[in-house]
């Protein structure tokens, strides 16, 4: 099989890379859809898929996993050089922002929602004008709308009125018919079978991706991450900030291991759901460290050779540090995330881990104690969410990892 031609159109993708998908045709007739994306070092987007690939290799030997057919979504990605690659388009997805805000602005939300009335609700999501958009609500109720990101973490930390931003908080979840993700998949079944089989595809791949992103640390999961297939599965896309990087070194850490929200949770009502994705999601995480050894030998690769990004994030470790180069820093920087992988792979506690993770933040402005407390209790502090990125006010609180999954002995 040979390449045969190119489209000469490429379509810019609207987001702060400005990506462009290019389309290309093999011999055997087949249209293959590429991401040419710049400005970043894909090497590390494709180690993590070669580590999910590892994941994947360990689940399908683990009889429980096998039989439920547990497996995280993969595709390629192969980087042209330290700024520049390719990244497999996967085809017949859409993201979770799309969905939700579809879903949000059809014309039949009124009926879904028992707190508003169509018309409102329609005329605050149809709007032209950004001041009347929730999205702008949010931030106005954050302080964040006239400032620029790069200095909006120190106002959150410092000069945002909690209590204030609390409830504006609740308001704005409120605002929000809690079932938007539920309808906007069950439109695509046309039968009660393909509802089991979508609703099934997704609470699989939900507890599968989340334990495994936990396990690597992946951020920035805000709803443009997470694409949605046309059965229901997911799919994470992304991995500029893994290895716990999005809580260390972004001005507001990140706190959130995965998304298990309330409109994420809504999709497999009426049944229990958290029970569901706990029993999955303790499949998933013995697996893996039943075959820790062999996925820390994958990710051996991180240590050994680290990309362009980490070594900027060495650099930008190393400001805060006296005493130590640039080589010493990455060394240690290196071998800090290494530690973080091993220590979730042995069985520590999720809470300890995070906490290490904090400590090195040299901006933390949050109770680091009572921020880690609330979210083992299933609670979540809008505070933490970058920027309003996130985007915690269109899904509501987070709970943290299942007790079952924290503190399961090693196999």
């Not at 640390?217 to 896309?237: C, K, P, Q």
């Not at 460290?289 to 650099?315: C, G, S, V």
């Amino acid at each position: 099989e040979t390449l045969v031609s190119v489209d000469p159109l490429l379509r810019m993708m609207m987001s702060v890379r400005k990506p462009c998908r290019l389309k290309m045709r093999s011999s055997h007739g087949k249209e293959l859809w590429w991401l040419v994306k710049g400005g970043e070092d894909l090497r590390q987007d494709e180690r993590v898929q070669q580590v999910l690939r590892t994941m994947n290799f360990a689940l399908q030997n683990e009889r429980q996993c096998a039989q439920r057919r547990l497996v995280v979504h993969t595709f390629a990605v192969v980087p042209a050089s330290a700024r520049v690659g390719l990244v497999e388009w996967v085809q017949d997805t859409r993201p979770l922002a799309e969905l939700l805000d579809e879903s949000l602005k059809n014309a039949n939300v009124g009926i879904l929602s028992h707190r508003q009335p169509a018309s409102e609700m329609n005329k605050k999501v149809r709007t032209s004008s950004p001041s009347d958009s929730l999205g702008h609500e949010y931030s106005k109720r954050l302080g964040l709308d006239s400032l620029d990101p790069k200095h909006a973490g120190k106002h959150v930390g410092k000069h945002v009125d909690v209590p204030r931003l609390l409830v504006g908080y609740a308001e704005s979840v409120k605002q929000l018919p809690p079932d938007l993700l539920r309808l906007a998949l069950m439109r695509k079944s046309q039968t009660a079978r393909m509802e089991f089989e979508l609703r099934d595809h997704y609470s699989q791949t939900l507890a599968t991706m989340n334990v495994c992103h936990y396990i690597l640390g992946i951020g920035d999961r805000h709803t443009s991450n997470t694409l949605v297939a046309s059965n229901g599965a997911l799919i994470g896309i992304d991995f500029g900030h893994a290895f716990g990087v999005a809580t260390q070194l972004v001005p507001i850490p990140e706190l959130m291991p995965f998304r298990l929200t309330p409109q994420t949770l809504g999709v497999l009502a009426p049944l229990d759901a958290h029970s569901l994705l706990k029993r999955t999601m303790t499949f998933v995480m013995a697996a893996l460290r039943k075959n820790r050894e062999l996925l820390k030998q994958t990710m051996r690769i991180f240590i050994d050779d680290p990309t362009l990004d980490w070594k900027q994030f060495a650099q930008k470790n190393e400001q805060t540090e006296s005493g130590q180069t640039v080589e010493e820093d990455l060394e240690t920087f290196t071998s800090m995330k290494w530690e973080g992988v091993c220590q979730k792979l042995d069985g520590v506690h999720p809470t300890d881990v995070m906490l290490a993770e904090i400590k090195t933040q040299q901006n933390v402005w949050i109770r680091t104690s009572v921020v880690v407390q609330e979210l083992v209790q299933g609670k979540h502090d809008p505070r933490s969410d970058r920027f309003g990125k996130w985007q915690a006010w269109k899904e509501g609180s987070a709970p943290f990892l299942p007790e079952s999954v924290q503190v399961a002995p090693p196999r």
